[in-house]
């Protein structure tokens, strides 16, 4: 019982003098430059240039403007790269060689300049189809490819999805503030009943077959939604990217990987420092972050409808057909947009605005061409 009683005080002890801590910012206020570029030998090549941003200065990208980016091969052949602003670089169609060697260089607008290690132009096996499967948790989408040379064996995937949203209660009603009162929605150009919302990723996605005779993908996991996502309430599109990675290539982006995304517990291995294939040409000793690619892009659509459980909460509220009572309820910064009228007796029915208009959910109501 002593000995009980011991135990308890000594915990008691150590969670009472346990003290919040909050460690200041440590940063050396130095930036780097960061470069994201694939090197497309038969299509669009489009690379970003940006710098990054010390602890504490906030999370806005600032791009890297006015460089010269050019692409050199080792039969000394020269493309230029032109800018289309906010740090982004095009060429829509450079005509490299698959199999033969080449680098990216970049003069910065402060003299810097900065030169990759030569990498070969490789081709990408075409996305053999784009799967998915409904989980507990939610449903993941998947990726299927091979290689029938067997030369690839190291994958990276990115896309963009976009999915239809619907308002709760479609409306035909408008409040118009020139008139002070509610009329009749003008179609198509006021309807806000449907919509729809984009997203890119945002993590690094991998696989590799090294491990196979054959140089084969099988389900590999790309996306994943979660159960009661709006994102399949309705109709859901997904458009994969594939492209074919050396192994130091696979190696970096998997070194990222674990840098960014498998921190946080104990479990998780220790930070590491990440240097890629671009450095400085004057010093070497200059943290360049990014790593140069050059592999030509398969691209794949899978549109995804399925029965799916979506809940949104929204309430309905009875607003009177009185001037005083309609601009409080629907007038300009008012809390309800309305749906539907009624009489007798005379009503409005409305509700919060996420609940009858589709862009209050962040949706636009421009029909993206493929849908």
Known sequence: MKRMQIIWVILFVAVSCRQRYDPPVISSGNTFLVVEANLNPQGLTSILLTKSVPLGRGSAI?????????????????????????????????????????????????GKEYLSDYVKARKTPVIDSIGYELESLGLRVQAHAHDVTRQTRYYRWDWDETWEIHSSFPSNLIYDPVIKNIRNRIFPDEDVAVCWKYESSSTIILANSTRLQDDIIYKAPVQFIPNGSEKLAVRYSILLRQYALDKEAYNFYELMRKNTEDIGNIFSPQPSEIRGNIKNVKDEKEYVLGYVTASTVEEQRKFIQIPWHFFMSCNITRVPDIPDSVRFYFGPGGPLIPFSYDNPPPYYSGSEPQCVDCTRRSGTTKKPSYW
């Open 62 to 110: 600032k791009p890297e403007l006015n460089a010269q980016v050019t692409v050199e091969g080792r039969d000394n052949s020269i493309r230029q790269l032109f800018s289309i602003g906010n740090g982004r670089y095009n060429n829509p169609s450079m005509g490299l060689t698959i199999g033969a060697d080449y680098r990216l260089h970049i003069k910065t607008s402060d």
